[in-house]
């Protein structure tokens, strides 16, 4: 049983670049959330998609966008990239939209930006 | 804000003795999670408790849960080297839309051999 897998595991950028974060669901599941975490940090939420669609949308400006395609997967974009976008992107799946099923993070992304 | 808050910030303890951390969180609940990370890797779910349970086991973890005084602890006994990583506990935060998790800053635990 596969669990969530993220790609790539790093990542090095310079400022006012894009990046694009690719996310796998654990097997069964189809919501997909995202998470960036900041060193030392605390995980704090960005979005998340069930259904193709966002969801809910944390504290985050336009730049940070997503998709979630037919299979679950997702991606996360991240346009014109400033230096305190710089790390840890974390990907969760879980059952269902409701808060009450166990939510599963993947490796992370470790993105730097330059 | 952050939701969860986790206490101590820092705890460092020799092999074989217990561990405990504490949670406390503001709003009403359905269940509240804990997670472990080691050095910048990913999360690994520990275990979930719901409102209506007062404790649950796993193994080598306790985790209580008092919705009264809004706060949660997890022990962890007989503690190993290999448990020296980050300690989050995560509470969902609901709206109609969808449900979101919110983290505190954890708890850096250190297991000396």
């Known amino acids: 049983d596969a669990g969530v897998t993220q790609s790539p595991t790093h990542l090095i950028k310079t400022r006012g670049q894009q990046v694009t974060l690719r996310c796998s669901p654990k097997?069964?599941?189809?919501?997909v959330s995202w998470y960036q975490q900041a060193l030392g940090q605390g995980p704090q939420f960005i979005f998340q998609y069930y259904e193709e669609e966002e969801r809910q949308r944390g504290n985050f400006p336009d730049r940070f966008s997503g998709h979630q395609f037919p299979n679950y997967s997702s991606e996360l974009n991240v346009n014109a990239l400033l230096l305190g976008d710089s790390a840890l992107y974390l990907c969760?799946?879980?059952?269902?939209?409701?808060?009450?099923?166990?939510?599963?993070f993947g490796p992370g992304t470790r993105l730097t930006v330059l | 804000s952050q939701q969860g808050e986790e206490d101590p910030q820092a705890l460092s303890i020799q092999e074989g003795e217990n561990a405990t951390m504490n949670c406390s969180y503001k709003t009403s609940i359905n269940n509240l999670q804990w997670y472990r990370q080691n050095s910048g890797r990913g999360l690994v779910h520990l275990i979930l408790i719901r409102s209506n349970e007062r404790e649950k086991h796993s193994g080598r973890l306790r985790v209580t849960l008092d919705t009264s005084k809004k706060s949660s602890s997890l022990l962890i006994t007989a503690s190993r080297a290999a448990d020296t990583a980050s300690y989050f506990c995560a509470t969902p935060f609901e709206e109609t839309s969808g449900s979101r998790l919110t983290f505190g800053e954890g708890t850096q635990l250190t297991v000396n051999p």
């Open positions: 969760a799946s879980s059952l269902g939209l409701a808060g009450v099923n166990e939510q599963f």
């Open positions: 097997s069964g599941h189809d919501t």
